[in-house]
Every structure is written in C-alpha cells, then in structure tokens.
C-alpha cells in the first residue's frame, strides 16, 4: 500500500513519530490556509470582474442620447458611444 504519515508514524520510534504528528497537523493547518485563501482569491477576482463589467458598462453608455422625441416629434437618432468595448 501506500506510505502514508500515519504508517510511518507506527515504524519510528516516539521521539520521531512526535515529530511526525507535529508536521502532519501542520502540514493539515497549512493546507486548510492554502484552501481559506484560494477560495477568498477567486471570491476577489470575480468580483474585480463583476466591477470592471459594469464599469465599462456605465462608460460604454456615457454621450448616448436618451430615447425619444425631438421638439418637432420625430425620433431622436444617433449612438455617441464613450469607450468602444470591443478588443
């Protein structure tokens, strides 16, 4: 089978198997930091993604004239666009 901490730990003597368990909660302390972290990032970069959407969003629309009527009735025409999203 495999050789996992807790084998080895049953192989050594005391002084090293007390070692081993002080390294395999770290390494289980370290590990659980590791995943807090991971999931906090990708938490941060959607919402970096979320905010620099809707702010190209709010600067695409920037110079657009709102719909509707001319004094003379007629439809308002024309597309002033601030900021061109396409790359």
Request: charged share 25%.
């Amino acid at each position: 089978g495999d050789l996992t901490v807790s084998r080895l730990i049953e192989m050594v003597d005391n002084n090293r198997a007390d070692q081993l368990h002080t390294l395999r909660h770290s390494l289980h302390h370290l590990n659980d930091r590791i995943l807090h972290i991971r999931n906090q990032n990708a938490l941060l970069l959607n919402k970096s993604r979320e905010y620099i959407h809707k702010t190209l969003e709010m600067l695409s629309r920037i110079g657009k004239p709102a719909p509707g009527y001319t004094a003379a009735g007629a439809e308002q025409q024309g597309l002033h666009v601030a900021l061109d999203r396409r790359i």
